[in-house]
């Protein structure tokens, strides 16, 4: 499995949360691994999930929050998953895949 590059992070202290998020998900609050579509490497499967490896963390963050808030509508499942995760575990996602790579 490819490991994100700490260097490309901008926060490394969160890139350990957002990879368990990322690769296990948050099974007590039913929130799945994002690799389970986005695929382990961050490739996503064209036309059906996009690619998330490499993207940068602000972008990442910005649309995670804008499905959270309803801004951002064109999947259900990614609303119901941003619904429930925190302002901190967006930010550990989005710093975990700008480092990967």
Known sequence: TKKAKPGFAANKDT??????????GIAERNIPACAGCHSPT?????????RLGGQHAEYVETQLLAYRGGTRNNSAQMTGIAAKLNDREIKAVSDYLTGLR
């Not at 890139?15 to 296990?24: H, Q, S």
């Not at 961050?42 to 996009?50: C, H, N, Q, V």
């Open 15 to 24: 890139v350990a949360l957002g990879e368990k998020i990322y690769r296990g």
């Open 42 to 50: 961050g490739a996503g499967i064209p036309s059906l999930y996009p």
